[in-house]
Each structure stands twice: as structure tokens, then as C-alpha cells.
């Protein structure tokens, strides 16, 4: 039985508020140099990825509204599958780059159904 698209929103806004709090104030070289942070970020993106393919796969109907939908669930698939080939300066980037702007699709997302519940 699937969770409400509430709770898989939720967990991917959870998720990504733990890497940007895990992240703060540090720079590339600390990440680099720092596996326990490596390790948490890569789990949460991995909670990310994994939570937008279950919300598409019961609610289709979100299908279209995160930009780089396919691509974040790509990435979780590669760290899962691939993690002798990630490269801690390609999930830096996405943390600096790309993660702000899924946050706030999230977010954003998340006040639309909410409002719809009521």
C-alpha cells in the first residue's frame, strides 16, 4: 500500500534540509575529506531519488512538475549501483547547484497538496 504523496514529499524535503544542514559552512575539501559526511549525504540523496520515483510510480499525476525528475532518480540509481564511480566534486555540485532549486519545488509542492487536503 502506498504512503500519501504528502510523506514521500516530506521525506525528500527532510532529506534534503539533512544534506544542506550536514553541509554547511564546509567546503568541497571537507567533503572530500570527510566520508561519515560523504556517506550522509549520498543516503539522503539516495531518500530523494528514491521517494520522487515512488510519488510518480502512485501519483503520476506530479509527473512533470521537479524539474530534472528523471536525472534525480538517474543519480540516486548511480550511488546505489555505480558508487565506485561517483565523484565526491559531482555531488558537491549538485548540493551547491541543483539541490536549492529542488527544495523549493518540494516545498512548493508540498503547500499545493496541502491545501488540497483541507
Not at 45 to 62: M, S, T, W, Y
Amino acid at each position: 500500500m502506498p504512503r500519501s504523496l504528502q510523506a514521500y514529499l516530506w521525506d525528500m524535503q527532510h532529506a534534503a534540509n539533512q544534506i544542506f544542514r550536514f553541509c554547511e559552512g564546509k567546503q568541497l575539501s571537507d567533503y572530500e575529506g570527510d566520508s561519515m559526511l560523504r556517506a550522509a549525504v549520498e543516503r539522503n540523496f539516495e531518500i530523494i531519488g528514491e521517494a520522487l520515483a515512488q510519488a510518480q510510480r502512485f501519483f503520476p499525476e506530479i509527473i512533470g512538475r521537479v524539474s530534472s525528475e528523471q536525472q534525480i532518480i538517474a543519480f540516486r540509481n548511480r550511488l546505489i549501483h555505480g558508487y565506485a564511480t561517483v565523484r565526491p566534486a559531482l555531488v558537491w555540485d549538485i548540493v551547491q547547484a541543483h539541490l536549492p532549486e529542488l527544495q523549493r519545488q518540494i516545498a512548493e509542492l508540498l503547500r499545493e497538496f496541502d491545501s488540497i487536503e483541507r
